[in-house]
């Protein structure tokens, strides 16, 4: 049986990247940041999955340490 992985809501993700959430919308519009996934058939209910944003996290910390 496969796992499902943690999602994180539109609302609290700007609080788990440490960014406001205008500035999310505008990393996900450049593609920087993750898509998010559509979770209701509306669209209107959205999330992260929690890899993807911590593959993302990483990816920033070693960009700004010269890594």
């Known amino acids: 049986?496969?796992?499902l992985e943690e999602i994180i809501?539109?609302?609290?993700l700007h609080k788990y990247?440490?960014?406001k959430r205008t500035q999310v919308k505008v990393l996900?519009?450049?593609?920087?940041?993750?898509p998010p996934i559509l979770l209701s058939p509306s669209g209107r209910?959205?999330?992260w999955?929690?890899?993807?944003?911590?593959?993302?996290?990483?990816?920033?910390?070693?960009?700004?340490?010269?890594?």
């Not at 996900?28 to 993750?34: F, H, R, T």
């Open 17 to 19: 990247v440490g960014l």
């Open 1 to 3: 049986m496969a796992v």
């Open 45 to 47: 209910a959205k999330g």
């Open 28 to 34: 996900v519009d450049a593609g920087e940041l993750p």
């Open 9 to 12: 809501r539109a609302a609290d």
């Open 49 to 67: 999955l929690k890899s993807d944003v911590q593959a993302w996290k990483a990816r920033r910390i070693a960009e700004s340490r010269g890594a």
